[in-house]
């Protein structure tokens, strides 16, 4: 009983921090492959070499870096639990005695005193270093998105009318329909033909708390105020880039910045899988003309039962026109401002067909008829989704981008941000993304997995079979 009531909290032991901390410590594997010698450099200009001594800037740094890493919620929590973590003393270099940074100074710092640029320098620094070390295959990319709950009250809000948003492709869509325009002898399309010459106004709904975030509503999901994560990974589950809107934005909408951000850095990049929100005609097109391959699912169209399906009528390159599967012609009679082509019977011709309901025609005997002015890069989709290595590529989406997804929800606290406007909410998840990265650098270097664990694509896509399927 008297070795069971031993109380040796007061005893004193003579040893150092580093040996209380495991050899194999995740963040002894961080130190081994970071370098911090530039961040002095990067901010040192914004700092004032007078007066009382400052925080050492790659502490703070590091601070932040842990509350990431393990998913803390707030500066508040990190700096407790930093205060009592033998571990995470070791890394900012204190000793069990020495005084943490008070949180309010590491934010601050974040805040005020460092340039707005630098969360995206050490995103960039620490993919960079993955790419040094052979652990990045670019060679398949994948994008998608992610909802993060903003904080705002979804009880606190109000409608507005907001300018349409510009689409980067309006200008040349507008002009490939013009030129169609001309020759169906119709009238050309102007931007004074719009209510305004933004494409007019829509309503929204705008949080009182948070007016940066947006509505978010999918399927049975209950609606609230949310911010999206648009993000692209390679193969390997590194993050490439990231653009964060608000939670009401498209993901076709964002798809450009973030396509533009990871084809610049790895034009090397073949192939673009995505999800069915992907799925537009000007994706479709800028990817292929790119000279990329662009990998999207199978989307189920609401056809009406009973009636004839769109490839059950043949086309006509030569006449432009469509040919019903009992022998009706559907003329092009128009494109509309959005790049839909219309097709239309004559209803003299077919008021009397006795297929008419299965044609889906009106009362009159006209049937209309729709595809794209960019249907044939659809076209080309449908056929890469066909392919077998298409089809392979797509499964991957689960052990690339959706594990990433899954990840920082689950194991980096990106549910949910406690950060306001649009400009905070994205350094946030830059740093999550760089912790990530940071992460997987840190394990991989440490098990001298670098060179097996990067197997790259080429492999399989210079297999004559593979070649025969793309071709």
């Not at 309503?203 to 692209?232: I, L, N, W």
């Not at 980096?412 to 306001?420: F, I, K, L, S, V």
Request: glycine letters at 4%; proline letters at 5%; charged letters at 30%.
């Amino acid at each position: 009983m008297e070795e069971w009531s031993k109380d040796a909290r007061r005893e004193v032991v003579l040893t150092d921090i580093d040996t209380l901390v495991p050899k194999d410590h995740l963040l002894r594997k961080i130190e081994k492959v970071m370098d911090y010698g530039w961040i002095y450099e990067r901010l040192d200009p914004y700092y004032k070499h007078e007066g009382r001594p400052p925080v050492d800037p790659v502490v703070i740094i590091k601070m932040v870096l842990l509350q990431h890493l393990y998913g803390i919620p707030s500066l508040r929590r990190t700096y407790a639990e930093i205060d009592v973590n033998v571990a995470y003393r070791w890394f900012l270099g204190y000793n069990l005695l020495d005084r943490i940074p008070h949180f309010a100074t590491v934010s601050y710092a974040f805040c005020n005193r460092f340039p707005a640029s630098l969360t995206e320098d050490i995103f960039e620094h620490i993919l960079n270093k993955a790419i040094n070390n052979r652990m990045v295959d670019p060679s398949a990319v994948f994008i998608d998105g992610t909802h993060i709950k903003a904080s705002a009250n979804k009880k606190k809000l109000q409608k507005e009318q907001v300018k349409k948003a510009a689409k980067i492709y309006d200008e040349q869509l507008r002009r490939e329909v013009n030129e169609e325009r001309e020759k169906l002898g119709k009238k050309p399309i102007n931007d004074d033909d719009d209510d305004s010459n933004d494409g007019g106004t829509v309503e929204k709904t705008v949080s009182s708390t948070d007016p940066e975030c947006g509505m978010f509503v999918k399927g049975e999901h209950e609606r609230q105020f949310a911010y999206e994560a648009h993000t692209a990974c390679d193969r390997n589950g590194f993050i490439l880039g990231v653009e964060v809107t608000a939670g009401n934005v498209s993901d076709s909408v964002a798809w450009d910045k973030v396509y533009e951000e990871v084809t610049e850095r790895f034009p090397e990049s073949k192939y673009i899988v995505m999800d069915a929100g992907y799925k537009t005609p000007w994706i479709a097109k800028r990817t292929l003309e790119d000279d990329r391959i662009p990998v999207l699912p199978y989307t189920r169209k609401n056809y009406k039962e009973g009636t004839y399906r769109p490839w059950e009528y043949t086309y006509d390159p030569v006449t432009d026109s469509f040919t019903c599967p009992h022998g009706g012609t559907l003329r092009h009679t128009t494109t509309d401002r959005d790049g839909r082509r219309v097709y239309r019977t004559v209803p003299q011709k077919c008021k009397n067909c006795p297929y008419k309901a299965k044609c889906g025609a009106n009362e009159k005997g006209q049937k209309v008829l729709q595809t794209h002015i960019w249907q044939e890069y659809l076209d080309v989709v449908e056929q890469v989704r066909l392919n077998p290595l298409g089809k392979a590529l797509y499964a991957k989406r689960k052990e690339t981008i959706e594990r990433v997804f899954a990840d920082v929800k689950e194991k980096h606290a990106m549910r949910y941000t406690h950060h306001r406007s649009l400009a905070r909410v994205e350094r946030w998840v830059r740093l999550k993304f760089a912790a990530m990265n940071l992460k997987k650098l840190a394990n991989w270097s440490w098990k001298n997995s670098a060179s097996p664990a990067c197997i790259t694509l080429f492999a399989i896509f210079s297999h004559p079979y593979a070649r025969l399927c793309w071709a």
